[in-house]
């Protein structure tokens, strides 16, 4: 028959696989929000940049169409960063779905492991006690057999 932890192996394995699964989508999630953030926080200094920029043409004065096309990219801007502000709230959701997802999956992997581990340690302390039994049992036939030797054969 087989052992308990032996037949507990498949599930274990396939715990293991599930977790490390979540773990990689978890890291995808979380480069992508990065990555995004990164963007955006790129957006920003451009505008800061680019509006600092306008001020200084501003005081030294400039013709109105380069002012409305400064203020016209400035607005194109701050929709781009209102977009890519989106995209990163919508990556964070991401990222906090699949870092749910990865608890759940380490934690049943953790506790499948804890269940195996409980049935070899078991397992180990029957073939322990097996062992002392067949010790105790031969040394008490040597002995049984001594004796009925040394009766059988006395000095």
């Not at 002012?67 to 964070?92: G, K, M, N, P, W």
């Not at 906090?96 to 492991?113: G, L, P, Q, V």
């Amino acid at each position: 028959m087989k052992k308990k932890s032996a037949r507990l192996r498949p599930v274990e394995k396939i715990a293991e696989n599930s977790a490390k699964i979540a773990t990689e989508d978890m890291v995808l999630a979380r480069n992508s929000h990065q990555t995004h953030q990164e963007k955006l926080n790129e957006l920003i200094r451009y505008r800061f940049e680019y509006v600092e920029q306008f001020q200084e043409k501003a005081k030294e004065g400039m013709q109105a169409s380069q002012f409305h096309q400064y203020r016209r990219f400035i607005s194109q801007l701050e929709v781009a960063i209102d977009h890519q502000q989106t995209v990163v709230f919508e990556a964070e959701t991401v990222l906090e779905s699949r870092r749910t997802h990865w608890r759940s999956k380490d934690s049943h992997k953790r506790a499948i492991n804890n269940v195996v581990n409980r049935f070899k340690n078991q397992e180990q302390r029957a073939e322990d006690l097996r062992e002392q039994n067949d010790m105790d049992e031969s040394n008490t036939q040597k002995y049984n057999q001594k004796i009925v030797d040394d009766q059988s054969n006395p000095k």
